[in-house]
């Protein structure tokens, strides 16, 4: 099973700043199955990047993914109030494992 | 528009059984798997595994076997998770999530509550 760790744990920054999430996993999986969710308190996740770099419906294009391998990265380039939340990465490229990370809380500082 | 629309929250005592439906709309039904992902409170998410919604052929995560099952109605476009012999840590918000691009519309979740 293909393990994703994300770090930080928790990211406190204040809106109008860059916030920079990554995202490593165990083993080398196929960019095209590396998705970002977006979960606020209370609310299903959002899709916001799949194929490890391209926005999903709607979504603003101050979110941006990036990576290949091991190593993946979301970043928000200026922070927006509705942006603070808890962001996972998920593989799904493994069936039948489809895999979250743990969840990286976007804090207001 | 896509949505799909669970059933409400439900309180069970350990050894029960629940059935959660999610109902879609807006889309071709069997033209997309469907997702199951649980998530306990103050917890991450898992994914439970997926249904395909054309052959209506199951796959489980390791961790969600035996006691969950997943079906469908394709008449009514309505997807189904059974869990049987409830126990206290299956306490958690049920969710169902079409599979395209990962998971790109969701369910608004059901909260199963098992206590005695």
């Known amino acids: 099973e293909i393990v994703l760790t994300q770090s930080p744990g928790t990211l406190s920054l204040s809106p109008g700043e860059r916030a920079t999430l990554s995202c490593r996993a165990s083993q080398s999986i196929s960019s095209s199955y590396l998705a970002w969710y977006q979960q606020k308190p209370g609310q299903a996740p959002r899709l916001l990047i799949y194929?490890?770099?391209s926005r999903a419906t709607g979504i603003p294009d101050r979110f941006s993914g990036s990576g290949s391998g091991t190593d993946f990265t979301l970043t928000i380039s200026r922070l927006e109030p509705e942006d603070f939340a808890v962001y996972y990465c998920q593989q799904y490229g493994s069936s039948p494992t489809w895999t979250f990370g743990q969840g990286t809380k976007v804090e207001i500082k | 528009q896509v949505q799909l629309v669970q059933s409400g929250s439900e309180l069970k005592k350990p050894g029960a059984s629940v059935k959660l439906s999610c109902k879609a709309s807006g889309y071709t039904f069997t033209s997309y798997g469907m997702n199951w992902l649980r998530q306990a409170p103050g917890q991450g998410l898992e994914w439970m595994g997926w249904?395909?919604?054309?052959?209506?052929?199951?796959t489980y995560a390791q961790g969600f076997t035996g006691r969950f099952v997943f079906s469908l109605d394709t008449s009514v476009s309505t997807a189904y998770l059974q869990i049987s012999s409830l126990k206290a840590d299956d306490t958690a918000v049920y969710y169902c999530a079409r599979v395209y691009r990962g998971s790109d519309y969701w369910g608004q979740g059901t909260l199963v509550t098992v206590s005695s």
């Open positions: 249904i395909n919604t054309n052959t209506g052929n199951p």
């Open positions: 194929g490890a770099s």
